[in-house]
C-alpha cells in the first residue's frame, strides 16, 4: 500500500514539475520572441530597468539567440542544473531591477506575477533531479 501511495505521490510530482516548467517556458519564449520582433522594446527595458543605454538590434538579437537556445534546453531538461539555475538567476535579476515598479504598485500590477514565476524557477532548480517528465537526459 505505502509503495502505490508513493508511486502515485511521484507521478503526480512529475506532472506538477512540468506544469511548472512549461509555464515558465512559455513566459521565457515569449520575452525571447519580442527581442526578435521587436528589438527596440529590448532597447528601452534595458534603459528603463537596467541603466544600460546604447543597445541596439544586434544586440537584442544577439541575446535573443543566445536566450533562445537556454529556454530550448530548459524547456526539454538539457543540462538542469546548468540550465534552470540560469533560468532562475535571469528571472531574479529581471524581478529585482524592476524595484521601482512595485513601490506604485496598485498602478502596476502585472510586475507582481513576476514573484510567483521567480518561486517556479526556484522551485524547479531544487527539485530539478525529480523533473523528468518529458526531459532528455
Request: charged letters at 10%; a positive charge; hydrophobic letters at 55%.
Amino acid at each position: 500500500m505505502s509503495n502505490s501511495i508513493s508511486l502515485a505521490l511521484q507521478s503526480r510530482l512529475q506532472w506538477s514539475l512540468l506544469s511548472l516548467r512549461l509555464g515558465v517556458f512559455i513566459v521565457m519564449i515569449m520575452w525571447t520572441m519580442d527581442k526578435f520582433v521587436n528589438p527596440g522594446h529590448s532597447a528601452q527595458v534595458f534603459e528603463h530597468f537596467y541603466g544600460i543605454s546604447g543597445a541596439n538590434n544586434f544586440v537584442a538579437y544577439t541575446l535573443g539567440v543566445l536566450q533562445l537556445i537556454l529556454v530550448l534546453a530548459f524547456v526539454t531538461g538539457v543540462k538542469k542544473r546548468v540550465t534552470y539555475g540560469l533560468i532562475f538567476i535571469i528571472h531574479g535579476l529581471s524581478t529585482l531591477s524592476s524595484y521601482s515598479v512595485y513601490l506604485d504598485g496598485f498602478n502596476n500590477l502585472l510586475f507582481f506575477a513576476a514573484w510567483p514565476m521567480w518561486a517556479a524557477c526556484l522551485t524547479l532548480y531544487l527539485l530539478r533531479d525529480e523533473d523528468v517528465k518529458f526531459t532528455i537526459n
